[in-house]
């Protein structure tokens, strides 16, 4: 009985799970298949470096809070503070929140200067509007995660997404004169307050009744959320360095031309990360639920089985990337960006890494080692900012994705060497796991 709840458990949270990863990502690819066809390769360097910025924002965000709030959630320590636990959360992501919106007002045209994309400006400006909605809507997507309800953070993320897909297609077809990056910037805002009409209705029971500030839990709170805040800041910023680093290096045509490039190849990564992200979004709560009652033992056997089953789906996938490289260029991006060929090429199956990357920084978090986490970011992050730049210096453009290369070997490398004293994971199993996934689907076929 109990093995048929765990099963029902983890088929009805991977379910929803992977239907929202794959919805965003169907709604991105099409969106951005799009966006390359409305505007010059310029213009989109600078969408590109903005969507930069702004995920970086969440992502960091979410480190801030997410981890932090769930773990606290689920501590037995902390079961009778649920309303004292929300209300640290949710005055953590205000004051965050108001300090982005101040440094874009401050310091708007130096970021832009920076980057050499001065219409960068105005859309980082316009995009506080976003910020200071993600407030709500942030801190509702995480109590839905904590209550294990994906079904309904996978129909807000749909809502999100396809409303803002729509209105693209929309200007694009129907209103070609007002298709610019101030207008798609206006659907993304229209988009979120549509999604929030929605979430926050479904999760209003558990919201807190009442503000209630405690200042040492609320110092508790952010001791173990600046951790991972800073894993967030330091491993987005280094995913992110062959768009900034590119930018401020090459000159700004040149430089704006391989940020589009290399966001096309992000863009097809994040296809190859769809069941990584899936899986980290399951597994940290249900990792914080182990290490609080099952032990290390649970941890390791969740973790090897999950990045198994997840290898097996990317390898296949990674393969076809790397093989097809030009026909995959051409759906997504068209002609124009055949440059980004050998940089996919260079980086796809380097990429495979990420998946690994993904359920370490979740692990570590999940078993209260967010530290470790951080310092282990912060020392491979320093190691690709070396890299980026030293490459782009010695190669020009194409540096970047040499740089990739050599930081993802590097970071395989270090990570399964701090997952074996922690949690004493075994490649071996990992690889017995992706295997036994290819003899499920055979003896399923047969």
């Not at 649920?82 to 953590?92: K, Y």
């Not at 649970?298 to 097996?312: P, R």
Request: hydrophobic share 50%.
């Amino acid at each position: 009985m109990l093995k048929k709840r765990a099963a029902s458990f983890w088929l009805n949270a991977m379910f929803y799970t992977m239907l929202q990863r794959v919805s965003l990502f169907v709604f991105g690819v099409f969106g951005y298949m799009i966006l390359v066809r409305g505007f010059s390769t310029t213009t989109n360097g600078v969408w590109a470096l903005y969507i930069t910025l702004f995920s970086l924002f969440e992502s960091v965000k979410q480190g801030l809070l997410r981890n932090p709030t769930i773990k606290f959630l689920g501590s037995r320590n902390l079961s009778e503070k649920n309303e004292a636990v929300q209300s640290s959360s949710l005055f953590i992501n205000a004051i965050f929140s108001l300090v982005v919106v101040s440094i874009i007002f401050a310091f708007d045209n130096q970021i832009a200067a920076w980057l050499k994309a001065p219409s960068l400006g105005p859309l980082l400006i316009l995009s506080c509007v976003n910020i200071l909605l993600l407030v709500p809507f942030n801190h509702c997507e995480i109590l839905m995660q904590a209550e294990f309800k994906f079904d309904i953070l996978f129909r807000s993320a749909f809502i999100r997404q396809g409303i803002f897909f729509t209105g693209i297609v929309v200007l694009y077809f129907f209103q070609p004169t007002h298709f610019t990056l101030q207008n798609v910037l206006f659907l993304q805002i229209v988009a979120l307050i549509v999604a929030l009409v929605y979430l926050y209705p479904n999760c209003s029971r558990s919201l807190p009744k009442k503000f209630i500030y405690e200042a040492e839990l609320c110092m508790k709170f952010f001791h173990f959320g600046k951790y991972t805040f800073g894993t967030n800041l330091f491993s987005s910023l280094s995913r992110s360095f062959d768009h900034f680093i590119t930018a401020a290096i090459l000159g700004p045509v040149q430089g704006k031309n391989f940020v589009a490039y290399y966001h096309t190849v992000a863009r097809i990564n994040n296809m190859v990360d769809v069941p990584s992200l899936a899986a980290a979004d399951v597994l940290y709560p249900k990792n914080v639920q182990a290490s609080e009652n099952e032990g290390m033992e649970k941890v390791k056997y969740y973790f090897e089985q999950v990045t198994g089953t997840i290898l097996a789906f990317i390898v296949p996938l990674s393969l076809i990337i790397f093989l097809f490289p030009k026909l995959i260029i051409y759906i997504v991006a068209g002609p124009e960006y055949y440059p980004a060929i050998l940089l996919l090429q260079l980086t796809i199956l380097f990429s495979m890494v990420r998946p690994l990357s993904y359920q370490f920084g979740s692990t570590l978090d999940a078993i209260g080692k967010p530290a470790l986490n951080f310092t282990v970011n912060v020392i491979l992050m320093i190691t690709n900012l070396a890299l980026t730049i030293l490459f782009l210096n010695l190669y020009g453009g194409i540096g970047a994705a040499y740089a990739t290369m050599i930081y993802y070997s590097l970071s395989l490398i270090v990570m399964l060497l701090v997952l074996k004293k922690y949690i004493r994971i075994e490649g071996t199993n990992i690889l017995k796991y992706m295997i036994k996934r290819y003899t499920d689907i055979f003896r399923y076929l047969l």
